[in-house]
C-alpha cells in the first residue's frame, strides 16, 4: 500500500497571508524522506492554495511521484502539458465548495474526458479519475482510456457508525471491477488515521491519497512524524 500526501494544505496556510511560508516544496521533501511515495497537489481553477509556481517547483525537485488533481478544462490541459506530472487525477471542480464534493461523472462527460485523457497520453502523461464507487463510472473509466481510478471515500469516512458497512461494500465491489477491467485502483477524501485501516485492508487498492488528517497532524506533532504515523497504519 502506497502513501501519497496532498499538501494543498500547506499551500492554503501560506495563501492565507499571501505569504512566503510555509513553502510546499519543503513540505513535499520531508514527506518523502518519512516514507512518503507520491506527492498530491490540486491545481484550482482560482488558484486558491497550490499556484502554477509550485507545480514548477515540484516537478524540478521531488524523486517520487507528482500526481496533480486538476478539472477537465482547457486550462488545465495546457498547464499538465507545460508542467508534466508523472500523473493527472481528474476531478470535478465547483468554484465554492471548500473541498472537492464527490467524483467526477465521466458518463455524462464521456467525450471531453476521453478527449482529456488522449492529449495528457500523448504527452506521455498518466490519467487517474477520481470517482464515486458506482460500476458505471468505473466502466466508463476504462472505456475513456484511463490508467487508474481513485475512489472516493469521502461518503465512508462521513457515513454515520450504521452505514459505514454498506458504504465499504460499495467501495470494495468498485475496487474488485477496477481491477478486474486491467485498471489500477487507487483511493482517498476524508480518510484518517482511524478510518484508513478498513479501506487500507482491500487489496484490490496499492495507492491512497492523504492530505487533511496529515497536515492537520503536522500542525501539532511536525510533518515528518505525521507522515511516518500514516506510513505505520499502512
Do not use: C, W
Not at 499538501?7 to 518523502?32: G, M, Q, Y
Not at 473509466?141 to 481510478?149: F, N
Amino acid at each position: 500500500m502506497r502513501l501519497a500526501v496532498n499538501i494543498d494544505h500547506i499551500a492554503t496556510l501560506r495563501e492565507a497571508r499571501k505569504a512566503h511560508e510555509p513553502e510546499p516544496v519543503a513540505a513535499a521533501l520531508i514527506a518523502e524522506r518519512a516514507g512518503a511515495q507520491g506527492i498530491t497537489v490540486h491545481l484550482r481553477g482560482d488558484r486558491r492554495h497550490i499556484q502554477d509556481r509550485d507545480l514548477e517547483q515540484l516537478r524540478q525537485t521531488i524523486s517520487t511521484k507528482l500526481n496533480v488533481e486538476m478539472a477537465v478544462t482547457a486550462d488545465m490541459a495546457r498547464v499538465a502539458l507545460k508542467v508534466r506530472p508523472d500523473q493527472v487525477t481528474l476531478v470535478p471542480e465547483r468554484p465554492q465548495e471548500l473541498t472537492t464534493e464527490g467524483g467526477l461523472d465521466v458518463v455524462a462527460q464521456a467525450t471531453a474526458v476521453a478527449d482529456f485523457v488522449r492529449q495528457m497520453h500523448e504527452g506521455g502523461i498518466r490519467v487517474s479519475i477520481f470517482l464515486d464507487p458506482i460500476v458505471d463510472q468505473v466502466r466508463q473509466a476504462k472505456t475513456a482510456g484511463a490508467d487508474a481510478v481513485e475512489i472516493n471515500t469521502g461518503r465512508y469516512a462521513d457515513a454515520p457508525e450504521a452505514s459505514v458497512g454498506a458504504e465499504l461494500s460499495r467501495i470494495v465491489e468498485a475496487a474488485r471491477l477496477a481491477a478486474r477491467q486491467d485498471l489500477e485502483v487507487l483511493a482517498g477524501h476524508g480518510l484518517n488515521y482511524t478510518n484508513v485501516i478498513a479501506i487500507a485492508e482491500i487489496p484490490e487498492i496499492v495507492e491512497l491519497n492523504i492530505g487533511h488528517s496529515i497536515v492537520a497532524r503536522a500542525a501539532l506533532l511536525g510533518m515528518e512524524r505525521a507522515v511516518r504515523d500514516m506510513v505505520t497504519l499502512l
